[in-house]
T-cell receptor, first 115, second 118 residues
Framework: ELKVEQNPLFLSMQEGKNYTIYCNYS?????LYWYRQDPGKSLESLFVLLSNGAVKQEGRLMASLDTKARLSTLHITAAVHDLSATYFC???????????????FGQGTILTVHP | DAGVIQSPRHEVTEMGQEVTLRCKPI?????LFWYRQTMMRGLELLIY????????DSGMPEDRFSAKMPNASFSTLKIQPSEPRDSAVYFCASSWGLAGIRGWETQYFGPGTRLLVL
């Protein structure tokens, strides 16, 4: 069974600081997603990483994928309050003979950015 | 585009009652997914469809749950009879299945239905 583990689960940051959220998964995959969820809201897609070494950046967030280490990171640069949310990684592992789309989500990292 | 539409947004019902959740995917998307989110279990995939056909329902918790997709623009998730442990937020998501279209690999989530079973 695929396991997806995020670390840390809770992150309290000061504005202006940098930090990294880690996402480890237990089986081979080259397709990893990062989503953001605000309290009481739906999930918003942030990044899709489709190959080993993929790196994507949007504003203060940068995501990377190392398929050999089965690890993805979400790096936050100079955090601002608006980044406070829960961040999920999700891994897509296709079983032989099936189509894509079966995502397994990590537990989520609750990020709070304070002054 | 209106995005994925779900109804109702909130549902409160009593144990034993039938509950039907509805989803309209983004027009043109050929994959549709149903997820459940709880504090204890996080986000779980229940079932997904491709071109209206169920592909994988291994996440459906038990026979009380059923899902249908009668056409490309509508899907239902039914719980009969409902139990308090079914209380959760149920999300519907949709995506393209055809590689090459911009954003094809992303699943777009609806606003969710918050279900409370008393």
């Amino acid at each position: 069974e695929l396991k997806v583990e995020q670390n840390p689960l809770f992150l309290s940051m000061q504005e202006g600081k940098n930090y990294t959220i880690y996402c480890n998964y237990s089986t081979t995959s080259d397709r990893l997603y990062w989503y953001r969820q605000d309290p009481g809201k739906s999930l918003e897609s942030l990044f899709v990483l489709l190959s080993n070494g993929a790196v994507k950046q949007e504003g203060r967030l940068m995501a990377s994928l190392d398929t050999k280490a089965r690890l993805s990171t979400l790096h936050i640069t100079a955090a601002v309050h608006d980044l406070s949310a829960t961040y999920f990684c999700a891994v897509d592992v296709r079983a032989r003979g099936t189509s894509y789309g079966k995502l397994t989500f990590g537990q989520g990292t609750i990020l709070t950015v304070h002054p | 585009d209106a995005g994925v539409i779900q109804s109702p947004r909130h549902e409160v019902t009593e144990m034993g009652q039938e509950v039907t959740l509805r989803c309209k995917p983004i027009s043109g998307h050929d994959y549709l997914f149903w997820y459940r989110q709880t504090m204890m279990r996080g986000l779980e995939l229940l079932i997904y469809f491709n071109n209206n056909v169920p592909i994988d329902d291994s996440g459906m918790p038990e026979d009380r749950f059923s899902a249908k997709m009668p056409n490309a623009s509508f899907s239902t998730l039914k719980i009969q009879p409902s139990e308090p442990r079914d209380s959760a937020v149920y999300f519907c998501a949709s995506s393209w299945g055809l590689a090459g279209i911009r954003g094809w690999e992303t699943q777009y989530f609806g606003p969710g239905t918050r279900l409370l079973v008393l």
